[in-house]
T-cell receptor, first 114, second 115 residues
């Protein structure tokens, strides 16, 4: 089974609108971390936001927020007030296990339309 | 946070040759990872390279094809051996602190094209 599932290969959003990128995960480990990364066309991986499995509050970082629904095992990324520079690939990742290995989803390509 | 540099940033190589990619970190880290990202795909973990022990390879990756060195806590190399066009990818090194909450920092990547 896939550890991380991103079901939206491509998304479009109007500039200044909000967009939600979906991510579901699969683990039996009670302790894990969830991450979102942005990869622009230049190729670098940019850390956006982190949510710990024991965190009670949803994580927020500026225009990014993580909608963490533990019972549903979902960790959706919400980008508010989209900007043209937000156009990129977005990867959801989970870290778990004794080796603290990272598992990445297949990514969602976001295009912001002017 | 950690600042990671990789050399070379890109290369074009001939089939059958080998390329060694260097990864330098500006601080001492225990856990270092090497990933491959084929065009249009997600990241695939090649191996985990912890200082003082042999690298641990993921299924589908073998030491003969991707030998890794980790001589100290700030440096690692990945060699792509006997290359074929299927090895054309971005290769990324990353570091992370221990624990499930430790953020992973990535290098800028090495874009490899094999002709």
């Amino acid at each position: 089974a896939q550890k991380i599932t991103q079901t939206q290969p491509g998304m479009f959003v109007q500039e200044k609108e909000a967009v939600t990128l979906d991510c579901t995960y699969d683990t039996s480990d009670p302790s894990y971390g969830l991450f979102w990364y942005k990869q622009p066309s230049s190729g670098e991986m940019i850390f956006l936001i982190y949510q710990g499995s024991y965190d009670q509050q949803n994580a927020t970082e500026g225009r990014y927020s993580l909608n963490f629904q533990k019972a549903r095992k979902s960790a959706n990324l919400v980008i508010s007030a989209s900007q043209l520079g937000d156009s990129a690939m977005y990867f959801c990742a989970m870290r778990e296990g004794p080796g603290n290995q990272f598992y990445f989803g297949t990514g969602t390509s976001l295009t912001v339309i002017p | 946070s950690a600042v990671i540099s990789q050399k070379p940033s890109r290369d074009i190589c001939q089939r059958g040759t080998s390329l060694t990619i260097q990864c330098q970190v500006d601080s001492q880290v225990t856990m270092m990872f090497w990933y491959r990202q084929q065009p249009g795909q997600s990241l695939t973990l090649i191996a985990t390279a912890n200082q003082g022990s042999e690298a641990t390879y993921e299924s589908g990756f073998v030491i003969d094809k991707f030998p890794i060195s980790r001589p100290n806590l700030t440096f690692s190399t990945l060699t792509v051996s006997n290359m074929s066009p299927e090895d054309s990818s971005i290769y990324l090194c990353s570091v992370a602190s221990a624990g499930e909450g430790g953020e992973q920092f990535f290098g800028p990547g090495t874009r490899l094209t094999v002709l």
